[in-house]
Structures are given as structure tokens and as C-alpha cells.
């Protein structure tokens, strides 16, 4: 069964510093998604993307935060200076349409911020 | 999106079925009642979703109460492997696509 695969699987950072989480969506899916879980706290929507363009954000998606499909595969989240505040998992999803349509999860990205 | 409200925490005994209930009494007409669950250390997956009908898929089913105000998420038989937190959302499908998480029900597996 095709799925969502997010690298690293742990990335450690020094705060103040650029990192990119990276996610290659399922192939058919049209729709990418930004999530993350701060250690013990919810699962919290950033961002999401859909015909090149971000279509929804939250108020944690701020201008640190970028996204982009930079190629027919990889959906990419960068964030340009990191706190110690971002440290969470993120996780990327796909759907193959909005509205009811599932959505599928990668198993996320440890972010460490130093 | 429609705020839902579910157990913090519920026990099952292996092979026995499992009942979770989600209580969603502001859902408007347009709202889909959608169940994911997240296994330790994994991203949430999707379980089920339905509208006003009774569901059933190979992961699950949904029973849905006539006036919609909640549902319930069963598993027929539980396994070791369904211990997870499971989370019952309301989509508005005119609405964004994107998903709002609740605390879910923390389901543990009795051996």
C-alpha cells in the first residue's frame, strides 16, 4: 500500500539556525499537509497545499515557516530560524481530493532545537 | 470545525469488542464525523468516516445516533495492536480541508 515517507526521522538543530523537514507524498494525491505534536500536547494543523500554493494556514504558520513542492515528488517545510518552542514531531500528510477525502500521514519528524 | 467530546481514557480486554463513544451535540448538517487514530510513536491514520448512515470498512464501524449528535466507534474484536489514541473530528466538507485534533480516547489493550 502506496504511503508517506518523511526524512529525517530525527533532526537535531541549533536554535537560530534553517532546517528543512522533507515528505514525499503518495503519488496520485493532490492535497499536502503540515501538522505537528509538541511532546505530550495535541496534534496542531499548520498549512495546508494544493495547486502550488498554500490553500489554509494557522496562526503557528508564520513567516518563519515556508512551504514548497519544489519537484513532481517532495513537499518540503523550512523553517528559517528556529526557536526552542518548534521542537515537536511534524508530520506531512496527502489526500487525493479535500472535503471528506482521508487523509494519510507519514510517521513524522522528530525536530530537536538545541 | 464542531467541537466533539470523548472519555480521556478507556480499558479493553483483547478479543473483546470495543465500543468508543464521541459526543458532537453542536454538529451542523454538513458535518461529517471522521475517526483517526495515532499508534504510539506513528502519525494518526484514518479509520472510518460517515454522515448519517451506519459504516463499516475492515478497520472498524461507525454508528451514528439518528439525531446526529454522537456516534460511536466500534472495533469488533480488539487486538494489542489497536491500542492507540483514537480521535473523533467533525469536517464540514464546504469548509477547510484541514483536521483539528481533540485529546482523543486513549484506548489500552488488556491482554
Known amino acids: 500500500e502506496p504511503e508517506v515517507t518523511q526524512t529525517p526521522s530525527h533532526q537535531v538543530t541549533q536554535m537560530g539556525q534553517e532546517v528543512i523537514l522533507r515528505c514525499v507524498p503518495i503519488?496520485?494525491?493532490?492535497?499536502f499537509y503540515w501538522y505537528r505534536q509538541i511532546l505530550g500536547q495535541k496534534v496542531e494543523f499548520l498549512v495546508s497545499?494544493?495547486?502550488?500554493?498554500?490553500?489554509?494556514k494557522s496562526e503557528i504558520f508564520d513567516d518563519q515557516f515556508s512551504v514548497e513542492r519544489p519537484d513532481g515528488s517532495n513537499f518540503t517545510l523550512k523553517i528559517r530560524s528556529t526557536k526552542l518552542e518548534d521542537s515537536a514531531m511534524y508530520f506531512c500528510?496527502?489526500?487525493?481530493?479535500?472535503?471528506?477525502?482521508?487523509?494519510?500521514f507519514g510517521d513524522g519528524t522528530r525536530l530537536s532545537i538545541l | 470545525d464542531a467541537k466533539t467530546t470523548q472519555p480521556n481514557s478507556m480499558e479493553s480486554n483483547e478479543e473483546e469488542p470495543v465500543h468508543l463513544p464521541c459526543n458532537h451535540s453542536?454538529?451542523?448538517?454538513?458535518?461529517?464525523i471522521h475517526w483517526y487514530r495515532q499508534l504510539p510513536s506513528q502519525g494518526p491514520e484514518y479509520v472510518i468516516h460517515g454522515l448519517t448512515s451506519n459504516v463499516n470498512n475492515r478497520m472498524a464501524s461507525l454508528a451514528i445516533a439518528e439525531d446526529r449528535k454522537s456516534s460511536t466507534l466500534i472495533l469488533h474484536r480488539a487486538t494489542l495492536r489497536d491500542a492507540a489514541v483514537y480521535y473523533c473530528?467533525?469536517?464540514?466538507?464546504?469548509?477547510?480541508?484541514?483536521?483539528?485534533f481533540g485529546t482523543g480516547t486513549r484506548l489500552t489493550v488488556i491482554p
Open positions: 473530528i467533525l469536517r464540514d466538507v464546504s469548509g477547510a480541508n484541514n483536521l483539528f
Open positions: 497545499f494544493y495547486n502550488n500554493e498554500i490553500s489554509e
Open positions: 503519488s496520485n494525491h493532490l492535497y
Open positions: 500528510a496527502s489526500s487525493v481530493g479535500g472535503g471528506n477525502q482521508p487523509q494519510h
Open positions: 453542536t454538529i451542523s448538517g454538513t458535518d461529517y
